[in-house]
């Protein structure tokens, strides 16, 4: 398995700009997960879905983000507009959780998109 | 108070030493819990899992959970140059979702 894909890797982008990260999870994975990541705040989840339906987006900073899971194998996190404050590493992880019952498998995390906002 | 507290080092050691690298938490109801490993421009990756308390080994690896004092482990004996990135705690409660609360992450790095 190729494991989390993510895109892009990097993206540098000025204020005020619409920013689109995407993560494929591993196929067969039911829950998928966002996370952000800096040297201050170290990592923070911003929301998680499971069977493409989200669960938790208390993480969520404001309403400039928004994240959608079309279907099982896809997902977007969107920045608009974009702040400076906003740079930081943006991590997807996926895992097979058996939804609510407790049980739930090992979150395998993607290589992160690195956003640089100037 | 976070949740779940992490000294973030960094925590500089020789080649053969004894790690030890700790969190504390404040949420009783947490029984499943982790250590991840980051290497540096990578994502984190599961390096020990344990439920509840007690020890659990793995190779150089140790970890040890105290649910009276709320208080996590992880050792690494004979530590070598490849075991230098950031050690994530991370756990989460029995039920529910799998919703991970990390700690801040300690950075540990080994030098010859």
């Known amino acids: 398995d190729a494991g989390v894909i993510q895109s892009p890797r990097h993206e540098v982008t000025e204020m005020g700009q619409e920013v689109t990260l995407r993560c494929k999870p591993i196929?067969?994975?039911?829950?998928l997960f966002w996370y952000r990541q800096t040297m201050m705040r170290g990592l923070e989840l911003l929301i998680y879905?499971?069977?493409?339906?989200?669960?938790?987006d208390s993480g969520m900073p404001e309403d400039r983000f928004s994240a959608k899971m079309p279907n099982a194998s896809f997902s977007t996190l969107k920045i608009q507009p974009s702040e400076p404050r906003d740079s930081a590493v943006y991590f997807c992880?996926?895992?097979?959780?058996?939804?609510?019952?407790?049980?739930?498998?090992?979150?395998?995390f993607g290589p992160g998109t690195r956003l640089t906002v100037t | 108070q976070k949740e779940v507290e992490q000294d973030p080092g960094p925590l500089s050691v020789p080649e053969g030493a004894i790690v030890s690298l700790n969190c504390t938490y404040s949420?009783?109801?947490?029984?499943?819990f982790m250590w991840y490993r980051q290497y540096s421009r990578k994502g984190p990756e599961l390096l020990m899992y344990?439920?509840?308390?007690g020890n659990k080994e793995d190779g150089r690896f140790t970890a040890q959970v105290d649910k009276s004092s709320k208080y996590i482990s992880l050792f690494i004996r004979d530590s070598q140059p490849s075991d230098s990135a950031t050690y994530l705690c991370?756990?989460?409660?029995?039920?529910?979702?799998?919703?991970?609360?990390f700690g801040a992450g300690t950075r540990l790095a080994v030098h010859p």
């Open positions: 992880a996926s895992s097979l959780d058996y939804g609510g019952t407790g049980a739930g498998s090992e979150q395998y």
């Open positions: 879905f499971n069977n493409n339906v989200p669960i938790d």
């Open positions: 344990t439920y509840s308390s």
């Open positions: 991370a756990m989460r409660l029995s039920g529910g979702y799998n919703k991970l609360i």
């Open positions: 949420n009783s109801a947490f029984q499943y």
């Open positions: 196929s067969g994975h039911n829950s």
